[in-house]
Every structure is written in structure tokens, then in C-alpha cells.
């Protein structure tokens, strides 16, 4: 008999039948009585004043019932409370192409988009930033007013004596890398259903319930409460069923305050559904991101001193970009043992669409760079790349030199599992020109230690129910985006409860009926949530156990639940051998009742039973009802607060980073380059990760292999392209999305650590893994053909270029600049691709309007 | 534009509607019908999502003028269980993680269906390149193929899927 009845055998999600049936119910499939659509006008421009906005030609179209503009609901917003700087309609201005500027509410999409057509709106072209670096020189026409040098925010670091480190080093390399822009891109199109209900007493508008694909409704509410100045009490958000988010929904995404601010305009509900380009405007992706890297070692292989100057292109608004930075440098820590650490972050203020948390999140750019310096170090020693990264391994429990406290630790475990099944050791180095291995490791928060409004509240609660047939209920704010946070709660009560898994239902994440919960992001949900099950669940289970206690003659203490029964710990139950006990039962219950299944029959057996003496054993329902006669309803709560010596340093910004517990990933990657046409091909991933405890072993392979496919579209094709503020690839197909064919194995590694205060010991598998695939693969193409790539995505441009100047000797770093062996056509300003095209209007003093940098083009 | 009166005949039901000759068969599926199963991921026959089968032919719904699917056999996802029960890929598709968001799942087990029935015992090879119309974000197409396989092996000896 193993320790676990229910956590750690592979289980199908809850919900996969809605979901395979297609019965299933995501936003934009709901519809409500009288329901309107409304469609959002973007901006033309990347940088403009709004002289006037004229909507009276659309409102005068036939069936368009209203035109919201800025002025219907001028309070500012954003997730962070330090950045309330969006609106839901531009108010004065607007910051990028696609930035939201009128809502127009008609009977029919067909109506609204010809309406959209026929609101004036007068603009005044302001000079527009595009690249972050060229945006901190800015001294004038500032993205926002109050923001000079168009800086969100810096922070400088310094952990241990860096400049002391590097003294005592023995090799040291300085180098920068770039990794572009990437965006969620989730299958599902956001989508917001609002609707008000009048109030019963005074016929206006009353309460209002949303409906929204967000991973966050607890921050929608709060948000929604400060734009349309209603109480929080008077909102209830509802999150259907949300078709992925992967950082992209936690945050209050602009058409899901233009929805309600719409409904209440026009006094109907109104429901918007973003297009695909919509979406990519939305973005609130990972940044592209400079890093400039310095890295000192020991002849051993032991890391001195490390330095990172960060400069993030954070977009248009704040969103998460304070935090963005922040995790850049605080997770340099809590992957090895790093002494000495400086870190100066830059978030800068661009023309686009915001940047904000994307899985990962802060983390996965700097872990490129890292882990290919650390390879580029291992190979200037002399070092196995593997080996370097165990002479660097943490010694916990211990708390890291930038306040990050580490307990369980997983990692040279996956270091070992992943060298041993890739054949690391006997074919690293060996394989055939053009194909190559490589390995890198990443680390990642298991939820942030503290929330993101300061507060003393617990970061998860949950409640639980028990019927008198013993149907267990959980009610949980958890959102269930597809990661399995519904299946991963039903267990984790299950478990404790000792009944199977059919008896729970979980209801998640409406601000009516559940407790609060901060949401869905920074992997938070198993180990706060999970443990706020589990603790609920342990609360209702001692109000059972001392009403059964009673009826067994015995302490509450001896029980044990298990299989649907409760019995004296050690004493044979029964019925751990079902079928007698079920035999015994259905005798029972046709000698009582003649019928011989279903409810009656437990009904009547129960009844039977109760009226003889005490028990050896009883049935869950027997104990539930016993406790329901015992204490009236049957209930139970339990909530979850990080521990305080987990909330990390003092230091300005050391509250971003830590974690109560950290995830671990080692990764092998088998690649093959195709030196003619630069195309690299990804042939498959060892990918081992420590998830503390897999409770659902077929979810964490899941989320494993879905980490690695998406950090190695980050590595291979993925990348927002953009010229003069205008995305040049807004569609799955030219963003490059891969598809199967394109997709290579991955062999997922479950490694168990068990940490001390997870539920069961459990951590979070669904975004550790991605950051160590980037690095995985270019560690791989350096093996393979030997070049370095300092920037991702590792396109067949990039590489052709890469082993043009290999070939040339020429010492190349494509991210000091223009590659001046490229063809003239590609690149422009910082190194994105680009397609010669016609931008939008430019101001005279734009400097997008400057020839581009260097001469772009040479020698091919 | 004026609308036209059609029938379309859509999981062995006929309907019959008054549509504009512009409407596309996925809006019609899930505003006029109520048939949202099939989801909207994009309006270009990129994702995958809309798939639905025409006449045993996997098709993009969100390109397609419903008006010229009359006289054909529409199949969605919705059409897909047997006997009011899971058909084997559906099962297999959830015990094996092959739909995590399950918004892209309605359109794979379209793409599935039609293959299975072009090829029912496909090689890994051909497995992706017909699922290669279909996009996923979530689970790296890998615990789809085991999915497949699992529902392949079901459907030969005539079970569910275990």
C-alpha cells in the first residue's frame, strides 16, 4: 500500500470532457438576453495627442446603440499599484499603434466595425520611441509626462563585494546578448462579457457581473471598483473556462474594463472578443531585453562574481514591468552559489505595446544569457559544461547572498538524470559535424512571497462543503487556465479527505462564491492554493474524525480516511478489500431494502448500521452524516500566507524574487545545423525538473513539455517584428508558432524532492523549465558548428551571419549593432528583423526618421 | 446584404436558416446554432481551431461560406461522441494530457477524426504532419501522439480507450 491513495498516480483533468466534447464553456461562447458587441478603435499612430474625437456620424448609424470614449471613465489603472498609468480609453493620448481610443456598442459586429469607420478623430503626430536605449536619451515629448528619460524604473544592487570578486578571479567574459520580444499568444482570443443587473429598488443599474478570460478575477474586481468607482462587493467577476494564459490574462487587459464601462453606457450587456491582431496588441509579452553579462570564475570552475546591466523595451504603460526587472536580478540567485552579485536593471518606456509578465517571467532572458556565458567559461578552463554548473551547486537550506531562501533543492539530481539518459558523457563532443549537445539549468519561484498589493491578508483561501452523502465541494478562487489548478485542488482534498476523487467538485474562481485568491501567475497556485486545500480539508476531516471517534469508541487521533472509509489506524480494515466490503453491503442493504444499489442502498445500510453499537469501521458517508448530526453543517476553511522568513531582504525592490520554494530544471538539447541554409533543428530535449512532489504526474510531464516547446519557440522562431512601431507579424502563422512537425521529443524527468512546506511537498512544474531550453539549445549550437549566438531567436539569418563570420574570422557580435555582413534588406534599428515597408505618418523630428544606423549591408 | 434562406444539415440534423451569402460557416455554427464547440483562435486558417468535417473532409470553418456547404454532411465536435458517450480519441485526449486549455482540442479531434478514417494506422511521421494544420500552446503536441496512439489502439479492439 503506498503512502498515497489519490496524489501521484497520473489522472485525467476534471473538466477534460467539456473540453474534448466542446460542451465546455469558454467567454466568448456565452451570450446574455439583449446582449450587444462592441468593438474597440485602435490608434493609427505610435506617439499622438488627440485634438478631438467626433462620434456623432457613428452614433447616427443605424443600430449602434453607443460610442464610448476616455472621458466615460477617466480613472487611471494598472496592475501594479506604483503604475496606474493606463485608462480604458485614451484620454489625451495615445502611446502605440493599437493603443485603445473609442468603443462602439452595436447590435452586430458587421454594424460596429462599419461604425468604427465613421468616428473622426483628430490627432497631433508627437516623435515616437522605438528602442529602448535611443528612449532613455529622450528629453522631450516624454511617453508619459512623468516619466523623465522615459525610465519606468531602475534599480541598482549590489550583493557581497562584486568588484572584489572579479579581482579574484581567474578567467572573466564580458559579452552582450539580445533576446527580442515574444508574446502568450494563448489559443484563446481574450474575451469580456459585462453585464449590470438594475437595482431592485430604484430601477438603475445595479450590481455588475463580469465575465472574463483572466487568470486574476479578484485583481479584475479590484481594478473594475477603481475605474467605475462601484464597491468591490458590487462586482462579481466569473472566470469561465480560460484557453491558456501563460502570464498573458494576469493582468487587467484593456477590453475587459472597456466591456463594463460599455454596458454601463449603453445599458445592455455587452460582450467584446479580441481578433487575433488584437491580441498581440494587448501583448503584455516578455520584453526584449539587453544584457550585459560579466561572469568571473576560478580555474576550478567556481563562480566569483557576476554583473548584469539589464535594459528592458517595456512598451507603452508600467504593467508588471517594475516586477519584470526586479525578478531579472533577483533570480541571478537561488540557482547556484553565486558570492558576489551587481545588478542594474533599466525598464524603458517605448512606443509599443506594453510588456508584462509572460511564463517565466523576468527570468527566462537573463538565464540565456547566463548559461551561455557559464558554457563559453566552461569551454575557456577546459571544463565539462556540466560539470561547471555541479561545482557551483547551492549547499541548503541556506539563504543566498541576495535574501532568497532556499530549502528543498533539486537540482543536482536533474543535472544528474539529464547527463545520464542524454548520453551526455558518452556522446558530448562525439557526434557527427553539424549536430551537437548542450545543457543549461533554470530555476523558478513557486509564487511570489508577497502579493502584489502589500498586505498581511493570505495569498489563498479555501473553503469546503460536505453534503450529507458525502459529495465534497470546494470552493476555491484558484483560476484553472488549463494548467490543472481544478484537478490539483480536487486531489489534494480528496486526499486528505480519504474519499475518491469523484465525490469532489470544484467551484473556482467567482468573486460570489469563493474565497479570495490572488490568482494564477508566478506559479503560485499548487503551493498557496494547494496548501489552502489541504489545510481546509484537514480542518473538516477533524470535525469528522471526532464525530466518527465517538461512534468508534475511540480518539479522533487513531482514525485513519482512506478509500472511502474511516478505521482504527492499524487495525485490518475490512475493506481495504472493496469487494468484500461492497459484498457485505449489498447483503446488507437487500435484507434491508430489497434494492441492491445506488443511494438507497447506502442509505438503508447506513440507517441499519447506525442502529447497531459501535463500529470497527464506517463508510465516509456514515461519518459525515455522524458528523453532520454531531456539529450541523458541515464546513471547513484554511488559508495560506507565506512564512515571513520567506518575504526575502530589505533592501528597495528585495520583495520581488523570493519564494517560500524554488523549482529546478536541468536540460539537454540535441541539435543539428544545417550550415548552408542556417536552419537549426531541435531533434530532442532531456528536460528534468524538481516539482517537489508530483501530485498529478501526467499534468507535470504536461506543463514540462509544454515549458520547453515554448522556451524552444523563443529559441528558434518566435519574435515580434516591428517597424516603426507597427507589428509586422500579428498572426500564429507569422508569428511562427510552431506546429507538430516542427516540435521535437521531449523527454520529461520527474525529479522529487519533497519540499518541507509544499502540499505533500509539491513545488511548480509550468514555467521553471522554460528558461533553461533558450540556453539548452544555443549551448547545443555551439557544439554543433561553433558559434556562439548572443541573441535569440537563433533564426537562419542570424546563423548564417554567425558562421559568415566564423568562417571570415572576423570577431562578430551581432548585438554591438548592424551585422555589416548581412544582406542589405533585414536589419534595422537593434537588431530586430525588418520588412522594408511604409510606416505610418512620421513626425519631422522622429528619430525613427533617421537613416538607419551604420550602413546596413556589405559583402554577402 | 439581403439574407438567403439555406439548409444545411449539421451532425445528421438539417436546419434550416435565413443567412447572409457572406456568413461563414463558424459564425453561423456558434451564433445562429449555438454550436460553440468549434472556437475562433484566429479569422485566417491559422490555428486549426474552427476544424470541422465536411463530407469526412477536415475543413477550416472560419474561411468557409456556410452557404456553400448545402447538400453536405457538417460534422463538429459536437457531433463527435457515440451513443452518448465519449468517443475513443475524446477519452484518450484527456487521459493522456492531451488537452490542457482545451481550446484547441475540439479542432484536433476533428483533424483526428479525419484522419483515422483516411489512414487509420498512421506512422509518427504522418501523425504530425496532419496534425501540422493545428496549433497548441500548451502541451508541445507530445502527449497528443500518445493520445492518438492510445485511441487507435482502443478503436482496433473495438473498446473506449483505456
Known amino acids: ?860 | 446584404m439581403k439574407k438567403e434562406l439555406v439548409e444545411l444539415k449539421i451532425n445528421g440534423r438539417a436546419h434550416e436558416l435565413a443567412i447572409e451569402p457572406s456568413a461563414l460557416l463558424l459564425d453561423v455554427l456558434r451564433q445562429e446554432l449555438g454550436l460553440t464547440g468549434s472556437k475562433r483562435g484566429c479569422d485566417e486558417s491559422s490555428c486549426g481551431a474552427c476544424t470541422v468535417l465536411v463530407d469526412g473532409v477536415a475543413m477550416m470553418s472560419c474561411t468557409l461560406l456556410a452557404a456553400s456547404c448545402q447538400e453536405q454532411e457538417i460534422t463538429t465536435i459536437e457531433g463527435v461522441s457515440e451513443h452518448g458517450s465519449l468517443a475513443a480519441i475524446q477519452k484518450a485526449y484527456g487521459d493522456w494530457g492531451g488537452a490542457q486549455c482545451g481550446f484547441c482540442t475540439p479542432g484536433f479531434v476533428m483533424t483526428v477524426k479525419s484522419l483515422m478514417a483516411e489512414n487509420p494506422d498512421p506512422s509518427e511521421a504522418e501523425l504530425r504532419t496532419a496534425l501540422s494544420s493545428n496549433l497548441c500552446r500548451c502541451t508541445g503536441y507530445s502527449q497528443m501522439y500518445e493520445a492518438i496512439k492510445s485511441a487507435i489502439a482502443a478503436e482496433r479492439v473495438g473498446m473506449a480507450a483505456k
Open chain 1, 1 to 860: 500500500m503506498s503512502d498515497f491513495s489519490i496524489i501521484g498516480k497520473p489522472t485525467a483533468m476534471i473538466d477534460a470532457a467539456e473540453k474534448t466534447t466542446g460542451g465546455g464553456k469558454y467567454t466568448d461562447d456565452l451570450s446574455a438576453p439583449g446582449m450587444l458587441i462592441g468593438k474597440i478603435l485602435h490608434s493609427p499612430y505610435p506617439h499622438a495627442r488627440i485634438k478631438g474625437i467626433d462620434t456623432r456620424r457613428a452614433e447616427g448609424l443605424d443600430g449602434v446603440v453607443a460610442v464610448v470614449v476616455g472621458k466615460d471613465a477617466p480613472n487611471p489603472y494598472g496592475i501594479l499599484p506604483v503604475g496606474h498609468d493606463e485608462h480604458a480609453l485614451a484620454l489625451d493620448k495615445v502611446r502605440y499603434v493599437g493603443d485603445n481610443v473609442a468603443c462602439v456598442v452595436a447590435v452586430s459586429e458587421a454594424i460596429a466595425e462599419k461604425a468604427m469607420e465613421l468616428i473622426d478623430v483628430e490627432y497631433d503626430v508627437l516623435p515616437a520611441y522605438f528602442d529602448p536605449e535611443e528612449s532613455m536619451k529622450a528629453e522631450s515629448d516624454l511617453i508619459h509626462d512623468n516619466k523623465p528619460g522615459n525610465l519606468e524604473k531602475d534599480y541598482h544592487h549590489a550583493f557581497g563585494d562584486p568588484d572584489k570578486g572579479f579581482a579574484g578571479a581567474d578567467h572573466i567574459l564580458e559579452a552582450r546578448f539580445i533576446a527580442n520580444e515574444v508574446t502568450h499568444a494563448a489559443m484563446e482570443p481574450h474575451s469580456t462579457l459585462a453585464s449590470f443587473e438594475l437595482d431592485s429598488h430604484t430601477g438603475h443599474l445595479g450590481r455588475l457581473t463580469v465575465w472574463s478570460s483572466t487568470q486574476v478575477p479578484y485583481y479584475l474586481q479590484h481594478k473594475l471598483s477603481l475605474v467605475l468607482e462601484m464597491p468591490m462587493s458590487q462586482i462579481r467577476v466569473i472566470k469561465p473556462l480560460v484557453g491558456g494564459g501563460f502570464g498573458g490574462k494576469s493582468e487587467v487587459i484593456p477590453l475587459e474594463i472597456i466591456a463594463a464601462v460599455a454596458a454601463r453606457k449603453a445599458q445592455a450587456p455587452v460582450k467584446i472578443t479580441y481578433t487575433r491582431e488584437e491580441v498581440f496588441w494587448a501583448h503584455r509579452g516578455r520584453p526584449r531585453t539587453i544584457i550585459d553579462l560579466k561572469t568571473g570564475i576560478k580555474n576550478d570552475g567556481r563562480i566569483t562574481s557576476v554583473k548584469a546591466r539589464v535594459v528592458q523595451d517595456g512598451g507603452a504603460y508600467c504593467s508588471y514591468g517594475v516586477v519584470t526587472i526586479l525578478y531579472s536580478g533577483a533570480l541571478l540567485g537561488a540557482l547556484y552559489d553565486i558570492p558576489n552579485i551587481q545588478y542594474d536593471g533599466y525598464r524603458v518606456l517605448t512606443n509599443k505595446p506594453a510588456c508584462g509578465a509572460m511564463r517565466g517571467h523576468g527570468t527566462v532572458n537573463v538565464r540565456f544569457a547566463f548559461e551561455s556565458q557559464l558554457d563559453e567559461l566552461a569551454t575557456k578552463i577546459g571544463m565539462d559544461s556540466a560539470e561547471i554548473r555541479q561545482r557551483n551547486l547551492l549547499k541548503p537550506p541556506c539563504v543566498t547572498v541576495n535574501g532568497l531562501r532556499v530549502q528543498s533543492y533539486g537540482l543536482p539530481e536533474c543535472i544528474e538524470k539529464t547527463v545520464e539518459r542524454s548520453g551526455w558523457k558518452e556522446r558530448k563532443g562525439k557526434l557527427p559535424k553539424g549536430r551537437g549537445l548542450g545543457i543549461a539549468c533554470s530555476h523558478y519561484v513557486s509564487g511570489a512571497a508577497n502579493s502584489i498589493i502589500r498586505s498581511d491578508m493570505p495569498h489563498s483561501t479555501v473553503n469546503i462543503k460536505i453534503d450529507r452523502d458525502g459529495g465534497v465541494v470546494v470552493y476555491t478562487g484558484a483560476s484553472e487556465i488549463g494548467q490543472g489548478s481544478d484537478t490539483m485542488t480536487a486531489q489534494v482534498a480528496a486526499e486528505v479527505l480519504g474519499c475518491s476523487l469523484a465525490r469532489v467538485r470544484v467551484i473556482a474562481a467567482d468573486t460570489d462564491l469563493t474565497p479570495i485568491d490572488i490568482g494564477s501567475y508566478s506559479s503560485r497556485v499548487t503551493f498557496m492554493a494547494g496548501n489552502a486545500t489541504l489545510r481546509a480539508a484537514e480542518d473538516v476531516k477533524k470535525r469528522i474524525a471526532a464525530a466518527a471517534a465517538k461512534k468508534m469508541n475511540c480518539s479522533a487521533e487513531e482514525l485513519t480516511f482512506r478509500e472511502d472509509l474511516v478505521f482504527k489506524k492499524g487495525s485490518a480494515p475490512p475493506v481495504l478489500k472493496k469487494d468484500q466490503a461492497e459484498e457485505e453491503m449489498t447483503q446488507a442493504g437487500a435484507s434491508v431494502s430489497g434494492r441492491v444499489e445506488g443511494q438507497i442502498l447506502r442509505g438503508s445500510l447506513q440507517q441499519k448500521r447506525k442502529e447497531e453499537g459501535p463500529k470497527e469501521w464506517m463508510t465516509f458517508e456514515e461519518a459525515v452524516v455522524a458528523a453532520i448530526d454531531f456539529h450541523g453543517a458541515l464546513t471547513g476553511t484554511g488559508s495560506y500566507a507565506p512564512p515571513p522568513e520567506a518575504r526575502g531582504g530589505k533592501h528597495k525592490g528585495g520583495g520581488v524574487g523570493p519564494s517560500p520554494a524554488y523549482s529546478y530544471s536541468a536540460q539537454v538539447a540535441e541539435v543539428s545545423v544545417d550550415e548552408d541554409t542556417g536552419e537549426v533543428t531541435v531533434h530532442k530535449v532531456w528536460a528534468s525538473h524538481d516539482c517537489g512532489r508530483a501530485l498529478n504526474p501526467v499534468a507535470v510531464e504536461g506543463q514540462i513539455i509544454g515549458s520547453v516547446w515554448m522556451g524552444m519557440g523563443q529559441a528558434l522562431t518566435e519574435e515580434m517584428v516591428w517597424k516603426d512601431g507597427m507589428l509586422m507579424n500579428g498572426g500564429m502563422l507569422e508569428y511562427r508558432s510552431p506546429s507538430s512537425v516542427e516540435s521535437p521529443e521531449v523527454e520529461a524527468i520527474i525529479v522529487e524532492s519533497i519540499d518541507p512546506e509544499g502540499p505533500f511537498g509539491a513545488k511548480e512544474c509550468s514555467e521553471g523549465s522554460l528558461a533553461a531550453t533558450i540556453p539548452a539549445i544555443s549551448n547545443a549550437i555551439y557544439d554543433a558548428v561553433g558559434v556562439r549566438l548572443h541573441e535569440s531567436p537563433f533564426t537562419p539569418e542570424r546563423v548564417l551571419a554567425a558562421l559568415r563570420a566564423k568562417r571570415k574570422d572576423k570577431g562578430l557580435n551581432l548585438t554591438e549593432g548592424v551585422d555589416p555582413t548581412a544582406p542589405a534588406r533585414f536589419r534595422e534599428h537593434g537588431g530586430a528583423l525588418c520588412f522594408k515597408g511604409k510606416g505610418p505618418e512620421r513626425h519631422a523630428l522622429d528619430p525613427a526618421r533617421r537613416e538607419a544606423p551604420a550602413s546596413a549591408g556589405g559583402a554577402d
